[in-house]
């Protein structure tokens, strides 16, 4: 198995991902990545733009469903899909550099990432997460 990845796994009425990377940044990047892919997002080739946003310090599940749900306002609001990420903790929040670009198609909208059996769970090869998405 590759050190990160994402990949859609079956679920009854929503659609999940399942997250993997060497280490919780690592997951946070292709949780991104996994749920661009799952929304079909397709952005504008150039005109790379920065962002920066904080997360507040807490479980590494409600900071991922926090990351996300921001990464779905920005989508939706702002017709914006982040691509590089540059994570610093900070005592009381996680400050999120990133770029992106202006997307230029979606095929699916994903309402909430929820807390559905998510669990971030540390094993000998890294960290992953199965992520229940509400579309």
Request: some cysteine; glycine content about 8%; charged content about 25%.
């Amino acid at each position: 198995m590759a050190l990160h990845g994402y990949e859609e796994v079956d679920h009854t009425a929503d659609i999940a991902l399942r997250v993997w990377g060497e280490d919780f940044p690592a997951l946070l990047r292709q949780a991104a990545y996994g749920l661009y892919h799952l929304m079909g997002i397709a952005t504008v080739t150039g005109g790379c733009m920065d962002k920066v946003f904080t997360i507040p310090q807490d479980t590494n599940e409600t900071i991922l469903v926090d990351f996300l749900a921001e990464l779905l306002y920005l989508a939706e609001e702002e017709g914006l899909a982040l691509d590089g990420f540059l994570f610093e903790k900070g005592d009381n929040d996680i400050s999120v550099r990133a770029t992106g670009r202006v997307i230029s198609a979606q095929e699916r909208h994903i309402k909430a990432v929820t807390f559905h059996d998510l669990t971030v769970e540390s094993t000998t090869k890294g960290v992953t997460a199965t992520i229940t998405f509400d579309v």
